[in-house]
């Protein structure tokens, strides 16, 4: 099956979405791990960190099909998220102001000006482990606080606690984070990737929370990655001590369109 597809990237994490609003193309992929994780590629295909399908959905504007890279289907992805709600409403399927489905529930999502903000599950417990906070912010995360998070080897370290089940069963994604004076420079192993990222949206999510645990205290969180910038903003119920009204802030941006072969 031919089709178009859309190139999109949120600070530098980057996903192919393909419309399939009347929920048939995703259906008639044969073999879709293997296609999916062959578009993904950087040499041999289109190259990305995700794949997206855009469907139908009866309880919000639309729904959010995720693919890690691998061709696995994901967990939620906040830069993923963002990015589908401005696809979204450049087609036409909902206004500045939406409401989207996602494997983790409902989201709402907002565009105002350049930026797309998205409304994230709410945050219930955390482990720790030492120096590090263990949390769930719709994708498992594995915080670490480093002093100098350039120099770190994202991948050999990332990957070693990436299967580390005592953490979390089935695996984790992990950030190593900086506290600077005023922000926060978070790098991510991303699990289903299985490589760096230059951001992940859900990491910043949980990079944010776990600083503010930490008591690195912000209205809002100011989040440097390799791939740009984005922002956090939450509040902390005293009496339940869970973290509500989550939101992640920043840009996504259309790269390329072209067209495919899902055959």
């Known amino acids: 099956m031919i089709t178009d597809f859309y190139k999109y990237h949120g600070s530098g994490n980057d996903f192919i979405i393909v419309d399939d609003f009347d929920n048939k193309i995703e259906k008639s992929v044969k073999n879709i791990q293997k296609h999916i994780n062959h578009l993904c590629n950087r040499r ?17 504007d639309f729904k959010m099909k995720f693919y890690n890279s691998d061709g696995k289907v994901g967990t939620m992805c906040g830069n993923g ?36 903000n998205l409304k994230m599950s709410d945050i219930e417990g955390y482990k720790r482990f030492g120096n590090s906070i263990f949390l769930d912010t719709g994708s498992p995360h594995y915080v670490q606080f480093v002093k100098d998070a350039a120099s770190i080897d994202v991948i050999r370290k990332g990957r070693k606690i990436r299967h580390d089940d005592n953490i979390n ?5 992990v950030n190593f984070v900086e506290i600077q004076k005023d922000a926060l420079f978070v ?11 230059l951001s992940c949206g859900t990491g910043v999510v949980a990079s ?15 989040i440097k990655t390799l791939g740009g910038n984005l922002k956090v903003k939450f509040t902390s119920n005293a009496e339940t001590g869970q973290i509500e009204d989550v939101w992640l802030k920043g840009p996504a941006v259309l790269v390329f369109k072209g067209m495919l072969d899902l055959a």
């Open 81 to 116: 998220g963002r990015c589908i709600a401005a696809f979204a409403y450049m087609k036409g399927y909902a206004e500045k102001t939406m409401k989207f489905e996602a494997i983790d529930g409902i989201h709402n999502a907002e565009i105002i000006n350049d930026e797309v």
């Open 44 to 60: 041999l295909g289109i190259g990305a960190d995700g794949l997206m399908f855009l469907q139908n959905s009866k309880t919000a």
């Open 208 to 222: 944010a929370v776990a600083s503010f645990i930490r008591g690195f205290i912000k209205p809002e969180y100011k």
């Open 187 to 197: 790098r991510t192993f991303e699990r289903g990737v299985e490589d760096e990222t």
């Open 169 to 173: 069963p089935g695996g984790t994604n």
